[in-house]
């Protein structure tokens, strides 16, 4: 087996040269402009914990108000795009040439604008004067410039497309045309306001996006990132396959902290690709296992990345909800990846690296996993219900109590960890041929986990807002990485505590640095997708593609979705994660929720945000743009091509989930307790482990043609099992229009029925809706409809609504005057769908036997050769 890199070149370093072109820029600035470049960024860290934080309340003065923050954080991110990439690829990238420099000037005073002229505007809304104007024009065009610099041409050229709509909409064909905006409209629109440029997708960026990028970068400077990397392997590198396996968890713990997916997979990859190839993974294979991992990063909870952060503002539910409806579909991903990995290592016969640990059964494992487990619960019940217990009695003086007592913590875990060795931190070229020790590995970085902690408990517990949650936690992290060395230092028996202290000094600045470097492609990005935005809610092009994508969907929800995905995959290929999923669910998420609502399928709008989300993902992947891919290919040696569309092929899970919690909400956790959660999530996992079997042509061993499609079969059964009862017996039984107030009274509580309407909508076309509408109180079918705030008549043989509440349920639901009651439908008595999963089940095992009996005829026959 190769056990080097098959280039002479260190790849590592092309990889690492290309995560560095794309997330933080190409110039490589030296002097008096490099340490500027560095406060500049250290200042802009800075800003924003400082506008995050507590105190400008709490000392009354540094208090910005939404607009003027993002107007600040806009001209640090341009300023630093201008200084960070070059204009062209012949352009100098050690030096910064004039141009440059005036173009980073002007650029960052046209974002301050608003700032510096707060007080004026506010003065004048809607009414621009020609400096406004003016500012607005030079603004726009340099946002775009720094776009194009940053995050290539394709985000610049759709922003372009949609302002040159929005000005010339008089001259578009059919449908297409709009009454138009004027020149000085759409600057005021798109610069001077926060509907365009500054609006949600900024100031989410502002808030949120930068505490928990800084956050990562801090938590990766730390040492965290090589502890995660040597966690996984010290406890799955022996299994067949072992690298693999422990690149997927790495991965998975590294997304936690990063943000990038190219960043994740240069961080993990340049240690886990070389040694999957030295298990027996060729090249192409070691990199896609990589990218599939990375790349997955961004959907794993509680760190999800910006779009988890526009979800909050687009759907309007907290971020804890957020992480609740994700958190199934990832665990799920991950799970089947790191099973593909496995059926990947028996279909090569791999075998795992040595480890070091002493042999141990499985019994005293599981012994011993458990007692970890019930521990941690008890630990976590201990703090949850002690908190609450001291709370009361401690009063304002709680939190100085926490802190001490979370110091005292980081204190005591780092003593314990100062009795192990220290990590060492390997390069690709390290001949690693026996594993680390899994215990001493485990509790030298246990006080890593503490900002994570912290993290989770003030999102979930506490509920603090995503940005205060993470500023409380980058906090700590920065005490961390100022103290850890010399405290370490000091337990192990070494005195230079000084040079330690400088050393835990230089790695917070190098943290701060990088946390703002990583930011400035998000800022621009969020910042130019803000122009699509307002384009849409200036000109109502959103209506014009809905009727367009309906008509192209022939209104088959399925086939929308389809179009969807495709839609999120052509932009992905040019546009960075977070500004594809603004623009794809700015322009179809509404279209989706409508079109499954006029076919009887309520759809969440959380489940569309999240669909949208996962495409969006996948982009990174795919052919032939995916930078994650090509990231891979630099460390392996392999073709970039082949590496993404072996990538893709790993990642068909991932694509196949968000089509599947659409039609089956239950796997985002919505209205479902925690038993059933419990089941679903056992349930679903087996149908991702089928699913994955199919695809990779391998369960047992290698699958016959049918088994594969009744593998297929079984997974959609386990995931879908209501697909089946809607065709054995019918969900609702219809009942005649003038029935409707009798049947809403035979209702029991908890139950909804469905009532499909016809009327215009507000712009007086033709619309057809289906909406459920609960069970409310009352006597009879008459009182409920009148609680509900709606009132009916009839018209010969047609039922329509009379009236309806102001602010009414009625009203909230869609209900409106004169729409035409077409029919009404009433829950059925049925069986479980859960009893479906029997049958499929019984396919499986049968599938199972006839696969174990081949495998035996082969060992069988095998035998007597090899005794031959």
């Known amino acids: 087996m190769n056990t080097t890199p098959p280039s002479t070149e260190r790849p590592d370093v092309d990889a690492r040269e290309l995560a560095a072109v794309a997330d933080t820029g190409g110039r490589k600035l030296q002097g008096v402009t490099g340490r500027l470049l560095l406060i500049v960024a250290v200042t802009w860290s800075l800003f924003q914990l400082w506008i995050t934080s507590p105190l400008p309340y709490t000392l009354g003065f540094g208090v910005f108000s939404a607009t003027e923050a993002r107007s600040i954080h806009l001209a640090f991110a341009l300023f630093l795009a201008f200084l960070s990439w070059p204009a062209l690829k012949r352009s100098p990238t050690d030096r910064v040439p004039v141009t440059d420099w005036i173009m980073a000037a002007v650029a960052a005073f046209c974002a301050l604008y608003i700032y510096l002229f707060y007080a004026q505007l506010s003065n004048r809304p809607g009414n621009p004067i020609t400096q406004d104007v003016i500012v607005g024009v030079m603004g726009l065009v340099l946002l775009l410039e720094g776009a194009r610099r940053a995050l290539g041409p394709p985000l610049m050229i759709v922003a372009l497309v949609f302002l040159g709509y929005s000005l010339a909409g008089p001259y578009m064909p059919g449908m297409l045309a709009h009454r138009g905006v004027s020149f000085e409209a759409l600057i005021n629109h798109q610069w001077l306001t926060t509907q365009g440029v500054f609006g949600i997708a900024l100031g989410v960026s502002t808030s949120f996006v930068f505490l928990f990028v800084l956050f990562g970068a801090l938590l990766d400077k730390a040492g965290a990132g090589n502890y995660f990397i040597k966690v996984a392997f010290s406890m799955l ?74 979800m909050v503002e687009y759907v309007g539910i907290p971020y804890v909800d957020v992480i609740k409806h994700a958190f199934l579909p990832a665990m799920i991903s991950y799970i089947a990846l790191f099973y593909i990995v496995h059926l990947e290592a028996m279909k090569a016969g791999m075998q795992g690296l040595k480890s070091s640990n002493p042999p141990k059964p499985w019994l005293y494992k599981l012994l011993g996993f458990a007692t970890g487990l019930v521990g941690l619960m008890a630990l976590s019940a201990a703090v949850y219900y002690g908190l609450g217990w001291i709370k009361p009695m401690l009063g304002e003086s709680t939190p100085w109590a926490v802190s001490i007592a979370l110091v005292l913590i980081y204190v005591g875990l780092l003593k314990l960890g100062a009795r192990y060795p220290e990590l060492e931190v390997d390069t690709p070229d390290s001949n690693i041929t026996t594993l680390p020790q899994t215990r001493p590995t485990v509790m030298v970085g246990l006080h890593y986990l503490l900002p994570v902690v912290v993290l989770v408990w003030c999102l979930m517990v506490e509920r603090l807002s995503p940005g205060l949650s993470a500023f409380w936690a980058t906090v700590l992290m920065m005490v961390i990485m100022v103290t850890q060395r010399p405290l370490s230092a000091l337990f192990r028996g070494r005195l230079a505590l000084g040079e330690n202290l400088r050393e835990g000094v230089f790695d917070l600045w190098s943290g701060l640095v990088d946390g703002a470097r990583n930011m400035i492609g998000i800022g621009i990005a969020t910042a130019t997708a803000g122009i699509i935005v307002g384009a849409v809610s200036q000109t109502g092009v959103g209506l014009v593609l809905a009727d367009l994508v309906e008509h192209l969907s022939m209104g088959s929800l399925f086939l929308m979705l389809l179009l969807t995905a495709v839609l999120s995959l052509i932009l992905g290929m040019g546009l960075p994660t977070t500004a594809n999923y603004i623009v794809v669910s700015a322009l179809l998420a509404p279209v989706i929720v409508q079109l499954g609502q006029q076919q009887g399928l309520i759809v969440p709008l959380i489940a569309v945000h999240l669909f949208v989300f996962y495409f969006g993902i996948m982009a990174d992947v795919t052919p032939p743009v995916g930078l994650a891919s090509f990231a891979a290919a630099a460390i392996s040696g392999a073709d970039p091509i082949r590496t993404g569309f072996q990538a893709f092929w790993y990642s068909l899970r991932t694509a196949a989930l968000p089509f599947l919690f659409i039609f089956n909400t239950d796997l985002l956790l919505i209205n479902v307790d925690l038993w059933h959660g419990i089941v679903i999530f056992v349930v679903a996992t087996l149908a991702m482990l089928v699913f994955a079997a199919a695809t990779q042509g391998w369960f047992i061993v290698r699958n016959r043609w049918h088994e594969t499609i009744l593998l297929l079969l079984v997974a959609f059964t386990l995931f879908r099992p209501g697909f089946w009862q809607d065709m054995i017996v019918p969900p609702f039984e219809k009942m005649p229009p003038a029935q409707i107030a009798q049947a809403y009274g035979e209702l029991e509580d908890g139950q909804s029925m469905r009532v499909t309407v016809e009327g215009l909508d507000d712009y007086g076309a033709p619309m057809r809706l289906v909406i459920e509408v609960p069970a409310v109180e009352g006597d009879n079918g008459q009182a409920r409809l009148e609680n509900l705030g709606l009132s009916l008549r009839e018209d010969g043989d047609t039922t329509l609504v009379d009236t309806v509440g102001w602010g009414s349920q009625a009203s909230e639901l869609g209900l409106d005057m004169d729409q035409t009651i077409v029919s009404v439908e009433l829950p059925r008595e049925r069986f479980a769908k859960e009893w479906l999963w029997i049958p499929a089940l019984l396919v499986l095992a049968l599938i199972v036997y006839w696969q174990r009996r081949r495998q035996t005829n082969h060992t069988e026959s095998a035998t007597p050769q090899a005794a031959s």
């Open 237 to 310: 590198g022996h299994y067949r396959g072992g690298p693999a396996k422990a690149a997927v968890v790495a991965s998975g713990l590294t997304g936690l902290i990063s943000g990038s997916s190219i960043a994740n997979t240069v961080t993990t990859g340049t240690f886990t690709i070389p040694m999957m190839k030295r298990v027996g993974f060729s090249s192409t294979k070691a990199g896609a296992v990589e990218v599939a991992s990375s790349v997955n990063g961004q959907i794993m909870p509680p760190v999800m990345g910006a779009a988890a952060f526009l």
